[in-house]
């Protein structure tokens, strides 16, 4: 099985940007598909991007098209969120996910592993 761990989460006032890595050990990258969700105080987990495990094809939440980029790096097994533009209300706990599926599931009870989150505060 594979173990994520995320860094790059901190506190960044509005309008500016943060990029969040996804490091994977255990089993190479490549032999999973990729995402982000994240989970505001007192609510539910929700996804934010994926990307697929063979093609790289990304795809986004209405909330963040335009202003996030996913990306993967196989040979470095590591996975990417690129944040541009950032709001108040994309304040939240921030997590890795990986799923043995060619596409990410967007459903959180479905997905097969998790990163432990890292913190992403944004000031107005």
Partial sequence: QVQLVESGGGLVQAG????LSC???GRTLSSYAM???R???GKEREFVA???RSDGSAY???SVKGRFTISRDNAKNTVYLQMNSLKPEDTAVYYCAA???????TIVPWVDYW???????ISS
């Fill in 23 to 25: 490091a994977a050990s």
């Fill in 60 to 62: 986004y939440a209405d």
């Fill in 16 to 19: 500016g940007s943060l990029r």
């Fill in 99 to 105: 799923d043995r599926l060619e596409n990410m599931p």
């Fill in 50 to 52: 994926g990307i697929s």
């Fill in 35 to 37: 995402g982000w969700f």
């Fill in 39 to 41: 989970q505001f105080p």
């Fill in 115 to 121: 990163g432990q989150g890292t913190q992403v505060a």
